[in-house]
């Protein structure tokens, strides 16, 4: 029997070291990921009243590196390289995601046919003044009026907050996924 409990206390230490060094590793592999996942964060001073009155200009966001289709949804602010002009960034909206299909009517984004509710943008401000004028006719411009466009499968169609001042979708057209750089955290 002292044989037995001998090997048992033996076993229940080779036991305890596995599991001390099991979890060290675990540890270690949890600070490591930490420490990759501050990496995959970078600030970005907004510099323009695209998202205004959501966002002033001044105000710094933080973005995380890593997107894709499974982490980008409607609403959320992303960061994106413009798609006509070298070196330059636009801070938006993701307001239509691939297979959808997005028109604008008189102002008003229609996705899949349906009036998009913007009521939370740019809650918490209050109207300083109503603005009475209204949209320019369809044939002055397209921007505020188009024909239904249909996202293709890593296309996403982007609104900036403060639609009448800003360059977005309606603009250059749908962003193509490999163009997001990083999504608002």
Known sequence: MSRSSS???????????HSQTSRNRTFDR????DFDSILSFFPFTLETKDMLPTYSPGKRIYF????????LYLGDLVLVKHPTQEGKVVFSRISGKPGDT???????LYRNNHPEDISGVGSG???????????????FSGRDNG??????????FLLCDNRD????SRDFGPIPIENILGKAF
Not at 7 to 17: D, L
Not at 127 to 137: H, I, M, S, T, V
Request: aromatic letters at 12%; a positive charge.
């Open 7 to 17: 090997n048992q206390e033996k076993e229940k230490g080779k036991n305890k070291i």
């Open 30 to 33: 949890f600070k490591y990921c």
């Open 64 to 71: 995380h590196r890593f997107v894709n289709r499974s982490n």
């Open 102 to 108: 997005v028109q604008m009517k008189n102002k008003i």
């Open 125 to 139: 401000f209050t109207l300083q003044f109503e603005d009475k004028r209204g949209a320019f006719p369809s044939s």
């Open 147 to 156: 024909e239904p466009l249909i996202l293709k499968d890593r296309d996403y």
């Open 165 to 168: 001042s800003c360059s977005d």
